[in-house]
């Protein structure tokens, strides 16, 4: 089992890390990949983070899951690059899980895969031209797909993404491990 979190300038610091760690605390092997060319990554609120790869050099085929954190500037640099637009849709048609969280949600929207599904995003990123029902909750599993609100939902978010690859027994044991509790 493989995740990707893809990692762009401005990018929400907490939901992304937040999402690997979990991710990694559940055995789950995460590469964060930066979509330029530079290992480090400016995060929205000025946390430079160092990718562990590059985009130019990953096969985003080869991986389970995919996600995309927000950042309205993250988002935004998410949305501009023709490669991870062209990547999250086949990854997507693949079946395979495909998760953004805050902004992010917007990408799948303007891709389509929202069409029909149940999904949540920052509320001012929410569109009607998506065509799925947006729901005003911290994080929604629909499908193949998995969206959170925004940066408090971020542990929400990656719990929701844990439920689709592990057991719940296992999923317990993260949870303890952080000292989750609802």
Do not use: W
């Amino acid at each position: 089992m493989k995740s990707l979190v893809f990692l762009a300038d401005g990018f929400e610091e907490c939901e992304a890390l937040v999402t690997v760690d979990l991710l990694r605390r559940a055995g789950i092997h995460t590469d964060m990949v930066s979509i330029s060319d530079r290992f480090t990554v400016h995060g929205s609120h000025g946390v430079d983070v160092s990718a562990d790869l590059l985009l130019k050099d990953v096969d985003v085929s080869t991986y389970d899951v995919v996600v995309l954190p927000g950042g309205k500037v993250g988002t935004a640099n998410l949305d501009k690059s023709d490669t991870v637009k062209a990547a999250v849709l086949a990854h997507y048609k693949a079946g395979k899980l495909t998760c953004a969280i805050c902004a992010a949600p917007s990408v799948l929207g303007h891709l389509g895969i929202l069409k029909d599904k149940y999904y949540t995003c920052f509320p001012s990123f929410h569109d009607e031209s998506f065509g799925g029902k947006f729901m005003m909750v911290p994080a929604v599993a629909d499908g193949n797909v998995v969206t959170g609100r925004g940066m408090s939902a971020s542990l929400e978010f990656a719990r929701e993404i844990l439920k689709k690859l592990i057991p719940d027994s296992d999923l317990a044991k993260v949870e303890y491990g952080v000292q989750y509790y609802r």
